[in-house]
């Protein structure tokens, strides 16, 4: 199968057959989604969803947050991986949001990731799920299944490359809604360890699909 017809037979599967496509973590609005996005780390949705309302209702914007320290922060976020860290790089961010962008979470990929503890692949889940943009953020299941399927060569070694080679081959408004079909593909059955070959139903169009499926 060409690449060409791959992308569109996946397209079309995941267009037909996961049409509410959307991120698992909860949110109000972009800060508050900047917020979760920095927690999830290395961390659960679920889990983050457990942290955030007693967080966010007591540190709800930017300058609020801003003015507090790192050490009330962990307070918050202990129960979630590596809450020193985190609970720096969100008031130093909310800091730097407040005396850089008026306390407005930004809309490009240079502006978010000078924010501190926002790199490359945050800011693409800011971009693309809080301000709609054609972004394609690549964390290990996009990476996974991407690779898997076949969306991407082998030579595509780095989330960098895997990003752009996706960025250029799907059509440019369906983008954000890739990002989730992939993630959440890679959560629910073509899991790391376990792929569900046998009941996914991108088996057909699937390069790994057949022979991780007789594997089992
Ligand atoms: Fe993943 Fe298997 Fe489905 Fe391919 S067929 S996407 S490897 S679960």
């Not at 992308?7 to 049409?19: I, M, S």
């Not at 860290?85 to 490009?108: C, R, W």
């Not at 059509?171 to 899991?191: D, F, N, S």
């Not at 360890?193 to 699937?206: A, I, K, S």
Request: include cysteine.
């Amino acid at each position: 199968m060409g690449i060409k017809e791959r992308y569109e037979q996946v397209l079309r599967w995941f267009r037909e057959n996961r049409p509410l496509a959307e991120t698992e973590l909860n949110f109000n609005n972009p800060f508050e989604l900047l917020v979760a996005v920095i927690l999830s780390a290395q961390c659960t949705d679920k889990r983050v969803n457990q942290t955030t309302p007693a967080l966010l209702r007591d540190y709800p914007t930017p300058e609020a947050m801003s003015l507090t320290s790192a050490e009330v922060i962990y307070e918050y976020i202990k129960s979630i991986s590596y809450p020193n860290n985190k609970a720096k790089h969100l008031v130093a961010m909310s800091q730097k949001l407040v005396k850089d962008f008026g306390g407005k979470v930004p809309e490009t990929l240079e502006e978010l990731t000078t924010l501190p503890g926002v790199g490359r692949k945050t800011a693409n889940v800011i971009l693309s799920v809080a301000w709609g943009k054609a972004a394609m953020a690549v964390d290990t299941h996009v990476f996974r299944v991407s690779h898997r399927i076949g969306l991407v060569p082998k030579s595509c070694k780095t989330p960098l490359s895997t990003e752009l080679y996706l960025t250029k081959h799907i059509p440019e408004e369906e983008i954000p809604k890739a990002h989730h079909w992939l993630i959440l593909h890679g959560r629910y059955q073509c899991t790391a360890r376990q792929p569900q070959c046998n009941t996914c139903g991108l088996l057909e169009f699937c390069k790994e699909g057949v022979s991780l499926s007789i594997q089992k």
